[in-house]
């Protein structure tokens, strides 16, 4: 990645200060980041809740699969005799 893009990205995060997601520190031509203070904890929270949520209907989604599975085998072997 060009150097000149990451800087751009880094200063549209940077941006929002409020959100204090990254935190820069710039000593002579150098710029160092950081993952501030916020972290992200309640972005995690956020989408763990819905991890959950997914992970349950696909959970529903798997029996409603195997029990037309099962279906689609009787139906074979009735078809069969």
Known sequence: ???YVLEEQLFAVERDTQAGLVTTK???RVRTCQLGP?????ETVWLE????RWDERFDELDKVVEELTRKEKSDERKKRK
């Open 26 to 28: 710039k000593i002579g």
């Open 38 to 42: 916020r972290r992200l904890e309640e």
């Open 49 to 52: 809740r819905y991890r959950q």
């Open 1 to 3: 990645m060009q150097p």
